[in-house]
């Protein structure tokens, strides 16, 4: 009789072995959920830092040539289309550069959205008519959403009249934007 319960006491029974990997399991998805949010902010946060650098390219190739880069295709400005990396249709024009003249001088490369450059109307778009532009990255927003007209990279200001889709908390949040003076009903 000792012999069996010693012989019972060495394992585990099938209902403690279920209930561990359901904690298991339970924990492994609680911590997935939190990894992707972190990752879809981290690549917010990149698109973020990428316009801030073409901003800061397109302001620079300005004071040394007196007027914004053209775009890859297509004619710019207000009626015009907007040229990106990525596949195009409508307004969105692929072109590689998109941005003609600044690599290597002014940015050494220019940027590709980190996750939406293959989807068609998604990602970076820049539009120039020499004397304005306008650069988004269009529709690619995963987490980090544009909640305020008054956010640095509202695509619209509150007074456009003709910015299509420029309610903030719209279509438009997930959509970055940077322009220069003039640009900002394109």
């Not at 040539?65 to 053209?70: C, D, I, S």
């Not at 297509?74 to 015009?80: A, F, K, N, R």
């Not at 306008?134 to 910015?163: G, W």
């Amino acid at each position: 009789m000792k012999h069996l319960k010693y012989r019972n006491s060495l394992g585990f029974t099938l209902v403690e072995l279920m209930v561990v990997i359901s904690i298991i399991g339970i924990m492994s998805s609680i911590l997935y959920v939190n990894y992707s949010d972190a990752r879809e902010q981290a690549r917010d946060k990149v698109r973020m830092t990428d316009l801030k650098s073409l901003q800061l390219a397109i302001e620079t190739y300005k004071a040394q040539n007196g007027q914004y880069p053209a775009q890859g295709c297509g004619t710019g400005g207000p009626s015009g289309d907007f040229a990106g990396p990525g596949p195009g249709t409508g307004v969105f024009k692929s072109c590689d550069p998109y941005i003609v003249g600044l690599t290597p001088d002014f940015i050494s490369v220019l940027p590709k959205d980190p996750r939406s450059e293959s989807n068609i109307g998604q990602g970076f778009y820049y539009s120039s008519n020499g004397t304005s532009y306008k650069l988004m990255v269009y529709d690619s927003v995963e987490r980090l959403f544009i909640t305020s007209y008054s956010d640095e990279f509202a695509r619209c200001p509150k007074t456009s009249t003709s910015c299509s889709g420029s309610n903030p908390t719209g279509a438009n949040s997930k959509t970055y934007a940077v322009y220069s003076n003039g640009a900002a009903d394109w």
